[in-house]
């Protein structure tokens, strides 16, 4: 039995091939912006409408524990919120592909393996870049601002880590079912999951066994962190998890890109064959 090994040139042009061929499905995806500007749009514009909607229908009879201002408290949140939400539009864009036709003509050309998927994480990121950018701009016109600029630019690192991780849960899932009914169904159950957390209630005013679930919640411990750093109030009480929120806001999207990044490498190679 041989083993072949590559020379380092040789390792460094298939780098730089699977770089430009990534590069190339993220510049397709982008482009799709100026022929259906509508759609980015409203994923850009349904995040700021949820701010707006929380903040002035019901923020005036929502208190913070430990003081503050609601305001302060529910932009991390809605920030946080729009990172999962951002898993819908992720797993769209794959079903979409799949159902046209166009995942199977990627499988035909000669392209690096990795370039599909890592073009689908290029372009959601910059997506989720610049819908991270319109929210915050939206929470600076309705009066939250955040304490220093080093501080908020790791809280949006933050953002963006978390984002990577429910970026790979959609591609999987765009890849396993293939169906577009099930993005709806998908997209219902994300609901819940995003209210089960801090965003915009503290832990502290839930039930015990409910709190506890809500802290252990990825999505809870990334709001928790960014609070923290933009100088925000967080709420008061909470248990482990609250108390080392910046850790786990690092460790929860780890530990999702390291599972369903694998899984959705193993479900592209599995089409392929």
């Known amino acids: 039995m041989t083993t072949t090994v590559l020379d380092p040139e040789s390792r460094v042009e298939r780098v730089r ?15 799709h912006w100026r022929r259906q500007p509508g759609a980015l749009l409203v994923g850009l514009l349904f995040p700021v409408l949820m701010l707006v909607m929380f903040l002035y229908l019901l923020g005036g009879g929502m208190e913070v524990p430990g003081g503050g201002s609601y305001r302060d ?14 898993l819908e539009s992720t797993m769209t864009a794959v079903v979409t592909d799949a ?8 499988r035909a050309l000669p392209m690096a393996p990795s370039a599909v998927v890592a073009g689908r994480c290029l372009a959601d990121l910059a997506s989720s870049t610049v819908g991270l950018a ?5 929470g600076v016109l309705v ?18 880590l978390l984002r990577i991780g429910f ?15 099930s993005v709806a169904a998908v997209q219902i159950l994300v609901w819940p999951f ?15 066994w409910l709190a506890t679930a809500a802290e252990w919640n990825p999505l809870a411990a990334t709001v928790t962190a960014v609070r923290e750093l933009f100088g925000d109030p967080v709420g008061t009480g909470g248990g482990w998890a609250t108390e080392h929120a910046t850790l786990l806001a690092v460790v929860w999207p780890v530990v999702l890109t390291a599972v369903f990044a694998t899984l ?10």
């Open 17 to 31: 091939w699977a770089v430009a061929d990534a590069l190339a499905v993220a510049g397709r995806d982008v482009a």
């Open 167 to 181: 970026l790979w849960i959609g591609i999987w899932l765009g890849l396993l079912v293939r169906d577009p009914a």
């Open 194 to 208: 995003a209210f089960l957390s801090n965003a915009f209630v503290a832990t502290s005013t839930m039930p015990g």
């Open 73 to 86: 408290f529910l932009v991390p949140g809605i920030l946080g919120l729009a990172v999962v939400f951002g």
């Open 99 to 106: 159902g046209r036709g166009i995942t199977d003509r990627f």
């Open 264 to 273: 959705a490498v193993r479900r592209w190679q599995a089409l392929s064959r």
């Open 134 to 138: 319109v929210l915050a701009l939206a």
């Open 143 to 160: 009066g939250w601002r955040p304490d220093e600029a080093g501080p908020a630019v790791a809280a949006f690192g933050l953002l963006l």
